[in-house]
C-alpha cells in the first residue's frame, strides 16, 4: 500500500513539474505562483563566474518584526511546535508532516530542554532553499537566543513567499494545481 502511495506521489510531483514554468532566480517569486518542487536556486552567469557571485536576498521582514503579524506571534508563542511543525512540512516539502515534526520538537524541549537544536537546522535548510542571507548572526545563535523569534521570521517568509501555513505541504500544492488548471479571467465583451 506504501508502494502505491509513492508511485501516485512521484507521478503528481512529475505532473506539477512539467505544468509549471520555472521561476527566474533573479527577483522573489510573486505570492501566487508558487514554484513547489523547484525553489529558487543560485544561478551563476558562466561569462561572470570570475566575479563576484551574486548575494543572498535578505528575508522579507525582520527578526524582531513579529507585532506585524499578531497570530502568527501568538500561535508561536502559546503552541512552538504548531508553527515548528508547520515550518518542518513545508521545508521537507511534505516528507514530514505537522504532527510528526511538532511531536519530535516538543519531545526534544521536554528531555532537553533545548528545541532549538533542532530547529536551527530547519531555519539553515529554508535559507539554503531560498537563498537568504544568514543575519544578524548565525542560524544556530539565532535560535538558542530568540527561538521564537526565529520560528515567527521563518513563517513570515514562507507566508510571504506564497504558502497558506494552516493547509502544510500537500494543501498547498492541492491549491496550486486548482489555480493552474482554472481558465483564465475574461474581460467585458466587446465596447465601441
Same mark, same amino acid.
Given at each position: 500500500?506504501?508502494?502505491?502511495?509513492? /508511485?501516485?506521489?512521484?507521478?503528481? #510531483?512529475?505532473?506539477?513539474?512539467?505544468?509549471?514554468? *520555472?521561476?527566474?532566480?533573479?527577483?522573489?517569486?510573486?505570492?501566487?505562483?508558487?514554484?513547489?518542487?523547484?525553489?529558487?536556486?543560485?544561478? #551563476?552567469?558562466?561569462?561572470?563566474?570570475?566575479?563576484?557571485?551574486?548575494?543572498? $536576498?535578505?528575508?522579507?521582514?525582520?527578526?524582531?518584526?513579529?507585532?506585524?503579524?499578531?497570530?502568527?506571534?501568538? &500561535?508561536?508563542?502559546?503552541?512552538?511546535? %504548531?508553527?515548528?511543525?508547520?515550518?518542518?512540512? /513545508? %521545508?521537507?516539502?511534505?516528507?514530514?508532516?505537522? @504532527?510528526?515534526?511538532? @511531536?519530535? =520538537?516538543?519531545? /526534544?524541549?521536554? %528531555?532537553?530542554?533545548?528545541?532549538?537544536? =533542532?530547529?536551527?537546522?530547519?531555519?539553515? !535548510? &529554508?535559507?539554503? *532553499? =531560498?537563498?537568504? $542571507?544568514?543575519?544578524?548572526? #548565525?542560524?544556530?545563535?539565532?535560535?538558542?537566543?530568540?527561538?521564537?523569534?526565529?520560528?515567527?521570521?521563518? =513563517?513570515? $517568509? &514562507? $507566508?510571504?513567499?506564497?504558502?497558506?501555513?494552516?493547509?502544510?505541504?500537500?494543501?498547498?500544492?492541492?491549491? *496550486? !494545481?486548482?489555480?493552474? @488548471?482554472?481558465?483564465?479571467?475574461?474581460?467585458?465583451?466587446? #465596447?465601441?
Amino acid at each position: 500500500m506504501h508502494t502505491d502511495t509513492g /508511485i501516485v506521489l512521484s507521478r503528481m #510531483t512529475t505532473e506539477i513539474e512539467e505544468s509549471w514554468p *520555472q521561476a527566474p532566480s533573479a527577483p522573489p517569486q510573486p505570492p501566487l505562483s508558487l514554484d513547489l518542487d523547484h525553489p529558487p536556486t543560485k544561478q #551563476t552567469n558562466p561569462a561572470s563566474s570570475n566575479l563576484n557571485s551574486h548575494s543572498p $536576498e535578505p528575508w522579507s521582514s525582520g527578526l524582531c518584526d513579529c507585532c506585524n503579524d499578531v497570530s502568527s506571534c501568538c &500561535l508561536t508563542c502559546w503552541c512552538p511546535c %504548531v508553527t515548528f511543525g508547520r515550518i518542518a512540512e /513545508i %521545508v521537507d516539502r511534505g516528507s514530514t508532516s505537522c @504532527a510528526m515534526s511538532g @511531536a519530535l =520538537y516538543t519531545l /526534544i524541549l521536554c %528531555v532537553t530542554g533545548c528545541s532549538c537544536l =533542532y530547529s536551527c537546522f530547519y531555519r539553515s !535548510k &529554508l535559507r539554503g *532553499q =531560498y537563498f537568504l $542571507e544568514e543575519s544578524p548572526c #548565525t542560524d544556530c545563535c539565532i535560535h538558542c537566543c530568540c527561538e521564537e523569534c526565529a520560528l515567527c521570521q521563518e =513563517y513570515r $517568509e &514562507l $507566508e510571504s513567499r506564497g504558502f497558506d501555513m494552516s493547509i502544510g505541504w500537500h494543501g498547498n500544492v492541492e491549491r *496550486q !494545481k486548482r489555480i493552474a @488548471a482554472s481558465p483564465p479571467a475574461v474581460q467585458g465583451g466587446m #465596447t465601441r
